[in-house]
């Protein structure tokens, strides 16, 4: 039977991150197992592309220090290996006085983590940015920028190999089995033994660490992001990133524009409960998947809140009535109408959920004395994937460390 020291499970951004950073700092033999025939077919390569400097997010948060260093990583990490990476900026535009409030909270947090800004106070101001958003304020933030997060994906898979690590792509793994020392993992094409195990598997990660045990009082629950392209015509209609004014209650950006680097705008993503881990189309449903959604207590707790059963009707309703997601587009640009959007991909969020209800809004690992769980990699995962991805490999070399003393 193959054996490596570490195998990762999962070739999105943090598994091949982790790979990387292990690989450059340890002669430890490395594999990583794929299930997919492709790279980047999963939440890596169906996202907006936004590298997000970390004014969203709480000071002290794994997600703020994640966020802030993953941007100025990732921008150096794409122009050494080609990976196109726009530094556009992004407008985060407020409609209402109290989103306009919201601003103070997003440049405070933007001091706190050493974010740059800029306030705009009127309409006149926001139109010299992008002359078809419209709002009273918005805030600034010039070091945001839009990648290509399939090729940056790429680039990661062509460095680990060059570093020697082992890339099994169509390795479902289906089962674990802990050994005695490290751990059997069974895939649908061969039978790998490992002495340390890395889950980065996604969509799946709570399934797999808890066959071994771990994140009992957890599970993911998917939340599909549809995304609608502005017809090229009018694609002038946004120039670089506008954004709606978070709302702190929830987990997710809101609908916003984003100019890829292929200059192709994108509108989007809603967030809506996807009928299944891999359930792309607003007609795929999963059915023992969505049997796992509707019994988990904590999902079930989550749909208590008011404000969550009012999101999650207004979020299905974007994904069945193209008119309500044009309504959210034009709340941001009044300009476009129903025809300039055209259906585009959808990505699915792995949200973890907490048994008591809650959405767990940090990155979380779970580490025991031979593998490290990737339970929580929430976005900003992309532009977090660098810091978060040498933050494992930091766990798999202490434990390395601790065994062999
Ligand atoms: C709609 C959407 C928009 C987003 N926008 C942004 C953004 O603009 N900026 C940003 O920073 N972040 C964004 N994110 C978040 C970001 O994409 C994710 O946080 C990040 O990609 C997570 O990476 P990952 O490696 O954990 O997961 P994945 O990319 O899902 O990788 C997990 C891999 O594990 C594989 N796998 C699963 N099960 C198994 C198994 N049993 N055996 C072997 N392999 C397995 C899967 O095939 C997959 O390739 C967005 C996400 C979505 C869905």
């Known amino acids: 039977m193959i054996h490596h020291d570490v195998t990762i499970v999962g070739g999105g951004c943090v598994g091949l991150s982790t790979a990387k950073h292990l690989s450059e700092q340890t002669d430890l033999d490395i594999a990583v197992l794929e299930k997919e025939h492709h790279l980047a077919e999963h939440q ?40 196109p990476c726009d530094e556009l900026g992004v407008l985060v535009v407020a409609k209402t006085d109290r989103e306009e409030a919201h601003l103070d909270v997003l ?15 009127s309409q006149a101001a926001i139109a010299e940015h992008e002359p078809h ?5 918005a805030f ?7 990648v290509d997060s399939q090729q940056y994906i790429y680039a990661l898979a062509r460095e680990i ?25 069974t895939t649908s094409n061969s039978n790998i033994e490992t002495t340390y195990l890395v889950n980065a598997a996604g969509l799946y990660a709570d399934t797999l660490a ?13 939340f599909r992001g549809e995304y609608y392209e502005v017809t090229p015509d009018q694609s002038e209609l946004c120039k670089t990133m506008i954004y709606p004014t978070p709302d702190p209650e929830l987990p997710f950006l809101g609908v916003h524009y984003t100019r890829r680097t292929d200059g192709k705008v994108i509108v989007g993503p809603n967030a809506v409960l996807a009928f299944g881990r891999e359930a792309y189309e607003n007609t795929d449903i999963n059915l023992s998947e969505f049997k796992d959604i509707l019994a988990y207590d904590g999902f079930r707790k989550l749909l208590q809140s008011q404000t969550m059963l009012s999101v999650a009707w207004s979020e299905l309703n974007k994904s069945y009535r193209k008119k309500a997601f044009t309504k959210a587009a034009q709340r941001l640009v009044p300009e476009v109408e129903n025809d ?30 031979d593998a490290v769980h990737v339970l929580n990699a929430v976005s900003p995962g992309l532009t977090s994937s660098l810091p978060f991805g040498e933050y494992v490999a930091e766990k798999i070399i202490e434990l390395d460390d601790r065994s062999s003393c």
Not at 177 to 183: I, L, N, Q
Not at 211 to 218: F, S
Request: hydrophobic letters at 30%; glycine letters at 10%.
């Open 210 to 222: 808890q066959q071994v045990g771990v994140g009992d009082g957890y599970q993911v629950i998917p």
């Open 107 to 121: 440049a405070s947090q933007a001091d706190a983590n050493g974010v740059e800004y800029e306030r705009l106070d």
């Open 161 to 185: 190999q060059q570093n020697g690590v082992s890339l099994y792509t169509g390795h479902a793994v289906e089962r674990i089995r802990e050994r005695s020392s490290g751990y059997q993992l």
């Open 140 to 146: 600034y933030a010039p070091e945001a920028a839009s």
């Open 340 to 369: 300039h959007l055209h259906k585009s991909y959808s990505g699915i969020r792995a949200q973890l959920v907490s048994d008591d209800g809650e959405l767990v809004k940090d990155p979380l690992a779970i580490e025991t004395e």
């Open 133 to 137: 958003a419209v709002g009273q304020a």
């Open 44 to 83: 890596s390569g169906r996202n907006s592309g936004v590298l997000h400097p970390g004014f969203n997010y709480p000071p002290d948060s794994k997600k703020a220090q994640f966020a802030t260093e993953g941007t100025r990583r990732m921008k150096e990490y794409c122009a050494k290996h080609d990976v």
